[in-house]
């Protein structure tokens, strides 16, 4: 059914139907003018705040195997083992003499090998949220191309890489994400999670944006941005990398 038919069809409902009609009010988010060091400019929008809470989401996330502790009143307790404890080698694990402590270690080395891969599905969900949903822009046709060349098939992932490659450090990641950011309303706990949720992933180095693609950034102004309601950015022009 086409766009057309379906409007049409809805207004015939409303037309047609007894029950009240209840409005939801009318929020527009800010937009601004976002210019990255190589000079190319686009145009920031906020984020609706379910968006980025569904970003957010722990769903899925692995449990920490459980540390037998020992009471000194001969009572046992467990309780989760901690993300940032020392994780043995497959060649480590199989010294182990004791087979209860061989498999608890085998089962938290796996662990984390599944947290890892869970906090990096879940920062690319981010990004792709700041990229796909802040940023109303696309890439010119002959960067897409370019793109394109490079195995980036899909409309949306050559955005991500077109926008990923504009942000090679942490810190204009960091400078990207923050200003975005500031254009949802969120709450200040939201916003908090959703910053350290990121800040993770750029301190692990774990490319949930840098590895969409590589570039040289050249030098240009300063990152900067407004509040002019623009129609749309300014894409570049550079040459293919």
């Given at each position: ?28 988010l800010p937009r601004a003018r976002y ?38 009143g001969g009572g046992v307790q467990h ?19 004791d087979p209860d402590k061989r498999r ?138």
């Amino acid at each position: 059914m086409s766009e057309g038919s379906i409007d049409t069809a809805l207004a015939r409902r409303l037309a047609d139907d007894d029950l009240p009609l209840v409005e939801a009010p009318t929020v527009t988010l800010p937009r601004a003018r976002y210019r990255f060091a190589d000079g190319t400019v686009v145009t920031l929008r906020g984020i609706a705040q379910m968006l980025l809470y569904g970003a957010q989401s722990e769903a899925g996330k692995p449990a920490p195997p459980l540390r037998e502790v020992r009471m000194a009143g001969g009572g046992v307790q467990h309780i989760p083992r901690r993300d940032d404890e020392p994780v043995l080698s497959a060649e480590e694990i199989a010294q182990v003499r004791d087979p209860d402590k061989r498999r608890a270690e085998d089962a938290y080395a796996r662990y984390r090998v599944e947290l890892n891969q869970w906090e990096i599905e879940r920062n690319t969900r981010m990004a792709r949220l700041l990229f796909l949903v802040g940023v109303e822009d696309s890439p010119p046709p002959e960067i897409a191309d370019l793109w394109k060349q490079m195995g980036f098939g899909s409309e949306m992932d050559i955005k991500y890489a077109w926008l990923a490659a504009k942000l090679p450090n942490a810190e204009a990641m960091a400078h990207f994400f923050e200003t975005v950011t500031s254009l949802t309303i969120p709450t200040e706990e939201g916003l908090e999670r959703a910053e350290e949720m990121f800040q993770s992933a750029v301190q692990r180095g774990s490319g949930a944006v840098a590895d969409a693609g590589r570039s040289a950034p050249a030098a240009g102004a300063p990152p900067a941005h407004g509040q002019t309601p623009p129609p749309t950015g300014i894409p570049d022009d550079a040459a293919a990398p």
